[in-house]
């Protein structure tokens, strides 16, 4: 598989949101598999700024930071399917770890639990489970015989955890890619937490990463080889990078550059391969579909 490769943009902060179309417009000619869109207090809504950019540049992908500090689980579900619907199957969310959120908070099942990681570990698997509540399956439209969906297809989702409550399903069926992409970064969380659910492993520490999580996922039944797993680096030569990604067994990188829209656009020339886009980020990403049982 040849080498991912992902790019970081802060717009809003570092690039205006037109010179984040101009650099995603490049970037889709240079072979990037996915701009993920940072959440600061100074940058643009990510998931706001992923529709913009999509509704202009299709064969990109888009994966949005969104905290779990202030955002429910059913919302940040709802919004980031209805993106992965509207872009045939290129959304994804890097879930940042944090506190909770006002609606559920309200009614968490118990109100003294404060583990970040564990956090993070729920809610990214009440997204996963809620994404794959209503497959596309399930969506008929037939109006000759007013079937709209099967709904022995739609799953409840009835969880009923640590932090959350959440009763599903999700309003809105899959997307071509049958769920978004789910990014973790490692640091405050470790590769147990994200092990059940993360689709893509972000680190900045690449030495001993691979063999890390290979154990983590084996522990919950899972292969080295449905996880994508990306190492963090500023700018540099590509001959140095790769290197660095081949010594430890990453399989892509993700760009970030540290300068504005100029910075951006030289380092995405030094990268640039002519390869096709794939027909999803999943795919763009090196997973495989993910398709409701």
Do not use: C, K
């Not at 908070?105 to 729920?122: G, K, L, Q, V």
């Not at 994508?228 to 081949?246: K, Q």
């Amino acid at each position: 598989m040849s080498t991912i490769v992902q790019l970081a943009l802060a717009v809003g902060d570092r690039v205006s949101l037109s010179e984040a179309s101009a650099l995603t417009a490049l970037a889709r000619e240079s072979g990037v598999a996915a701009i993920r869109l940072a959440d600061t207090p100074h940058t643009l809504d990510p998931t706001v700024t992923a529709s913009h950019l999509a509704g202009v540049h299709s064969g990109i992908g888009f994966v949005a930071e969104v905290p779990t500090t202030h955002h429910a689980p059913y919302n940040t579900a709802r919004r980031v399917s209805s993106l992965d619907r509207a872009t045939g199957g290129r959304a994804g969310v890097a879930l940042l770890a944090g506190d909770g959120d006002e609606v559920s908070d309200a009614t968490a099942p118990d109100p003294a639990a404060a583990d970040p990681a564990r956090r993070w570990s729920e809610y990214a698997g009440v997204l996963t489970r809620l994404w794959e509540s209503f497959p596309s399956q399930a969506l008929i439209g037939d109006q000759e015989a007013a079937l709209v969906v099967r709904e022995e297809l739609i799953r409840p989702v009835g969880h009923d955890g640590v932090y959350y409550r959440v009763a599903g399903p999700l309003d809105g069926p899959s997307s071509a890619q049958g769920r978004p992409v789910v990014v973790a970064d490692l640091g405050v969380l470790d590769p147990a937490a994200v092990a059940e659910s993360a689709d893509v492993v972000v680190v900045e520490h690449a030495a001993g990463a691979d063999d890390a999580l290979t154990e983590a996922l084996h522990a919950v039944g899972r292969d080295r080889r449905e996880v994508t797993l990306l190492g963090r680096v500023p700018v540099g030569s590509p001959a140095d990078v790769l290197a660095w990604v081949h010594e430890h067994r990453l399989d892509g990188v993700e760009l970030v550059p540290a300068g504005g829209a100029g910075e951006v656009a030289a380092v995405l020339r030094a990268w640039a391969t002519e390869a096709a886009p794939p027909p999803t980020l999943r795919a763009a990403l090196g997973l495989r579909a993910e398709v409701a049982a």
